[in-house]
């Protein structure tokens, strides 16, 4: 999920069951036809993997998208509305996958592109993403979807909308069977993110540099779990300034194999593999880093 400071009914004479039924299936159909492939004498659809999934998605919750817009992008499908908006999302979401595909690769379950949801509110949007949570987040990549926000991202810059939708399709592109550690997984989705926003260290993470400056950042391990729920800002700053650390030193190609070599094995195994760091050794050297960078000055 992207880190939350950068960054949503009857006819009277109708017995309800009927008119669920009915309005479903007019829904789903009106959507199936927006969604539907080409003929079967037309040439292969490159995006028909992500058509059918965002077809599927229609069909969980038919009663969100009456008068849905479908927008097909380079490798994405966006389904949402105003139409001005899902035209804006697709196009943000085209440059976005360049990136991911550039960083990491067109290998995984999400190499065939991404489906981006775009609900009229936020309490659809935390149906969509449930059982994430949507709070203070202006997407959220889930079940390889990405669920938008629609108040929360219509408040963000350009470059804001940017960083969030490749922080996104970042989780997107690297699911895997395993679970990588949380800092690897959100901080390497940052570190593609701002990859290209031309942001300063010191902008990205101002929350940690204003706690290193008043001397509150204790920095003693990469953050876990209960650092993302407890001081959320700070611990995306951290992850992300570890796998800009692994990055600058080793290069990114190590970042990328630390990332693949995780979600294979433990990931002290994969540090020594890829890194030849132990878990320790990583954490003394992204202390030492951390602070180098955020030093005021």
């Not at 692994?246 to 990114?252: H, K, L, M, T, Y």
């Not at 070599?261 to 990931?267: K, L, P, V």
Request: charged share 20%; glycine share 8%; with cysteine.
């Amino acid at each position: 999920m992207a880190a939350p400071a950068r960054a949503d009914r009857r006819h009277p004479a109708d017995p309800p069951h009927r008119f669920r039924l009915r309005r479903t299936a007019a829904v789903a159909v009106a959507l199936a036809v927006l969604l539907a492939g080409p003929a079967a004498a037309a040439p292969p659809d490159p995006l028909r993997p992500l058509l059918t999934r965002a077809r599927a998605a229609v069909r969980e919750h038919p009663d969100m998208w009456t008068g849905a817009s479908v927008v097909r992008g380079e490798r994405v499908v966006v389904v949402g509305s105003p139409g001005s908006l899902i035209a804006g999302i697709a196009a943000v979401a085209g440059e976005a996958d360049r990136t991911v595909s550039r960083v990491w690769g067109n290998h995984g379950r999400g190499h065939e592109g991404a489906v981006v949801l775009v609900p009229r509110t936020e309490e659809q949007a935390a149906v969509l993403a449930a059982p994430a949570k949507v709070d203070d987040l202006a997407a959220v990549a889930t079940a390889g979807r990405v669920i938008v926000q629609p108040a929360a991202f219509a408040r963000l810059t350009a470059t804001g909308r940017l960083v969030v939708v490749t922080h996104e399709l970042t989780h997107v592109a690297t699911a895997g069977p395993r679970a990588v550690p949380m800092w690897l997984m959100e901080g390497f989705a940052d570190y593609v993110g701002y990859l290209d926003s031309g942001l300063p260290v010191r902008t990205i993470a101002a929350e940690l540099a204003a706690d290193v400056a008043a001397g509150k950042a204790a920095l003693h391990n990469l953050p876990g779990s209960a650092d993302f729920a407890a001081r959320p800002a700070q611990a995306y700053e951290e992850a992300w300034l570890a796998c800009r650390y692994i990055a600058v030193r080793f290069g990114e190609r190590s970042l990328v194999a630390l990332y693949r070599a995780a979600s294979r094995e433990e990931i002290g195994a994969a540090l020594r593999e890829v890194l030849g760091l132990t878990a320790e050794g990583l954490t003394r050297e992204w202390r030492s880093y951390t602070r180098e960078q955020l030093a005021p000055s």
